[in-house]
């Protein structure tokens, strides 16, 4: 089972600037959040948690007042990870 997201507040402020950059551009019809691990763990619970991820940061936006018709999620776990390498500053940035 994968635990509820704990955010600081340093990502909740990113989080809310992207909710008022969002807001102020209704040009921008489609945006999609991407949810992004690194490879320790089994295939299955990072495939999982990069969607819970991912789906957590829309809900967060919805929870703003973005439509949720604008907005998609998707996890991609180490498929496609921030930081490509295999070191502490890659595993900060892709967090498992």
Do not use: C
Request: charged content about 30%.
């Amino acid at each position: 089972m994968v635990k509820q997201p704990h955010y600081s507040r340093r990502q909740l402020a990113a989080a809310g600037r992207l909710a008022r950059l969002i807001s102020q551009h209704p040009e921008y019809i489609h945006i999609e959040v991407e949810g992004h691990t690194d490879e320790r763990g089994p295939d299955w619970f990072n495939d999982k948690l990069s969607q819970d991820r991912a789906d957590s940061v829309l809900e967060f936006l919805v929870s703003r007042g973005i439509k949720r018709s604008r907005l998609s999620a998707r996890g991609l776990w180490q498929s496609k990870p921030l930081v490509e390498r295999n070191t502490e500053y890659a595993w900060y940035m892709n967090p498992a």
